[in-house]
């Protein structure tokens, strides 16, 4: 009760001072860039704008990332593309608490825009609000509760106007931006998970306007901003400042899964090895494992392209490795028909021109799964030849 009563002390001083900082414009526009957290759906952080109206007296939030948790379907919509987030808005109190309770850092950057570019923004949400309006299909790369803030700074007004300079490491594609968050969050599970979901799409290098799809690439966008030579970002403050959970253990959990991968792997070679009833029974095993569950993954790839308005998952090439007809492959492994010996071949050739573009196309495959594919593409080719 105590630290409450403290917070909204802290929480109407601070309130005062906006309010006569801004009477002159009327309107104060900041962007919040909260922290990430340690759950997986806060483990790229948020992003949210901040408007102080002075002459109205309120402090409103406006935030994308809103969805309906209790729709009846909302597992059946998440899964296909088809859950509809939404723009909300709620008091700066209510808001900032969660992240008291959560102790996530908050940053704000006010943004030093005309009256002009400030009313044109606030219009833009109100018209959001509405009902007709407020809903949009989220996309984890393109259409965001961080691309929409994106949109409402840098094309609100005149597009492109003001964008930074690029800032972001030459050639960085979407999956480089999504792997700095993901190994950071200690989390080598989640991004073997994500890199088999993901497309090509997400290995294309960003643009400047792309590179900030993010909460924190917005907040060093916005930072770097121009306009008229005079900074976008007119003073940035941390509004709740925790310091960072840091473990010595982290860097060494990728082992397991890469553990995982590296004996399911030497098992499919060992298992070439001979023809006694131990190696064949070797062989039956890992064979299932391999073709067998790469090929039901591959009937997920497939529906999450063809299934699905994720825009993200499209043109997957893991399709390459993880195929249905693996599952055809490891069935039919008892016979040496003609059809099935091309087929196998093809299969190991496609499988192995896929590792070699891994040369000069990192993205496409994970590291951790190359005992897997390599294997994959072996034991086709000695499946063909026997």
Same mark, same amino acid.
């Given at each position: 009760?105590?630290?409450?009563?403290?917070?909204?002390?802290?929480?109407?001083?601070?309130?005062?001072?906006?309010?006569?900082?801004?009477?002159?414009?009327?309107?104060?526009?900041?962007?919040? %860039?909260?922290? *990430? &957290?340690?759950? +997986?759906?806060?483990? $790229?952080?948020?992003?949210?704008?901040?408007?102080? @109206?002075?002459?109205?007296?309120?402090?409103?939030?406006?935030?994308?990332?809103?969805?309906?948790?209790?729709?009846?379907?909302?597992?059946?919509?998440?899964?296909?593309?088809?859950?509809?987030?939404?723009?909300?808005?709620?008091?700066?109190?209510?808001?900032?608490?969660?992240?008291?309770?959560?102790?996530?850092?908050?940053?704000?950057?006010?943004?030093?825009?005309?009256?002009?570019?400030?009313?044109?923004?606030?219009?833009?949400?109100?018209?959001?609000?509405?009902?007709?309006?407020?809903?949009?299909?989220?996309?984890?790369?393109?259409?965001?509760?961080?691309?929409?803030?994106?949109?409402?700074?840098?094309? %609100?007004?005149? *597009? &492109?106007?003001? +964008?930074?300079?690029? $800032?972001?490491?030459?050639?960085?594609?979407?999956? @480089?931006?999504?792997?700095?968050?993901?190994?950071?969050?200690?989390?080598?599970?989640?991004?073997?998970?994500?890199?088999?979901?993901?497309?090509?799409?997400?290995?294309?290098?960003?643009?400047?306007?792309?590179?900030?799809?993010?909460?924190?690439?917005?907040?060093?966008?916005?930072?770097?901003?121009?306009?008229?030579?005079?900074?976008?970002?007119?003073?940035?403050?941390?509004?709740?400042?925790?310091?960072?959970?840091?473990?010595?253990?982290?860097?060494?959990?990728?082992?397991?899964?890469?553990?995982?991968?590296?004996?399911?792997?030497?098992?499919?070679?060992?298992?070439?090895?001979?023809?006694?009833?131990?190696?064949?029974?070797?062989?039956?095993?890992?064979?299932?494992?391999?073709?067998?569950?790469?090929?039901?993954?591959?009937?997920?790839?497939?529906?999450?392209?063809?299934?699905?308005?994720?825009?993200?998952?499209?043109?997957?090439?893991?399709?390459?490795?993880?195929?249905?007809?693996?599952?055809?492959?490891?069935?039919?492994?008892?016979?040496?028909?003609?059809?099935?010996?091309?087929?196998?071949?093809?299969?190991?050739?496609?499988?192995?021109?896929?590792?070699?573009?891994?040369?000069?196309?990192?993205?496409?495959?994970?590291?951790?799964?190359?005992?897997?594919?390599?294997?994959?593409?072996?034991?086709?080719?000695?499946?063909?030849?026997?």
């Amino acid at each position: 009760m105590i630290k409450r009563l403290l917070f909204l002390v802290v929480f109407l001083s601070a309130e005062a001072k906006i309010f006569a900082e801004d009477s002159r414009s009327g309107l104060r526009i900041s962007l919040l %860039t909260c922290s *990430p &957290g340690e759950d +997986l759906y806060a483990v $790229f952080g948020h992003s949210a704008m901040r408007i102080v @109206d002075s002459s109205a007296g309120t402090d409103i939030v406006y935030n994308f990332g809103t969805f309906d948790f209790s729709d009846p379907d909302f597992y059946t919509k998440f899964v296909r593309g088809k859950l509809r987030y939404f723009l909300s808005q709620a008091h700066y109190a209510d808001f900032i608490y969660e992240y008291v309770y959560f102790k996530r850092p908050v940053t704000e950057q006010v943004l030093a825009l005309s009256d002009r570019e400030k009313k044109a923004i606030q219009q833009a949400l109100f018209e959001n609000l509405s009902e007709e309006n407020r809903y949009y299909k989220y996309d984890f790369l393109f259409d965001n509760c961080t691309t929409r803030l994106r949109d409402l700074i840098f094309k %609100t007004n005149t *597009p &492109g106007a003001f +964008l930074p300079p690029p $800032f972001a490491t030459r050639g960085s594609t979407f999956r @480089d931006h999504l792997h700095s968050y993901l190994d950071r969050a200690d989390m080598p599970w989640t991004k073997l998970g994500i890199d088999i979901l993901l497309g090509a799409g997400a290995d294309r290098v960003m643009d400047v306007n792309e590179s900030m799809f993010l909460p924190d690439p917005l907040l060093l966008g916005v930072k770097r901003a121009r306009q008229s030579g005079k900074p976008v970002e007119m003073e940035s403050s941390m509004l709740l400042d925790y310091p960072e959970n840091t473990s010595q253990s982290k860097s060494l959990t990728w082992l397991v899964p890469a553990l995982i991968f590296f004996i399911i792997g030497l098992l499919a070679f060992v298992g070439s090895s001979g023809k006694s009833a131990l190696m064949q029974e070797v062989s039956g095993w890992t064979d299932l494992l391999i073709f067998g569950v790469s090929g039901l993954l591959g009937f997920v790839l497939l529906f999450t392209w063809f299934g699905t308005d994720h825009e993200s998952f499209r043109y997957n090439l893991n399709l390459i490795w993880a195929n249905p007809f693996n599952i055809l492959i490891f069935y039919q492994r008892a016979k040496r028909t003609g059809w099935y010996k091309k087929l196998l071949k093809i299969n190991a050739i496609l499988i192995l021109l896929l590792i070699v573009a891994y040369l000069v196309w990192p993205g496409i495959i994970n590291p951790l799964l190359f005992p897997v594919v390599i294997a994959l593409s072996f034991r086709s080719w000695i499946l063909s030849r026997s």
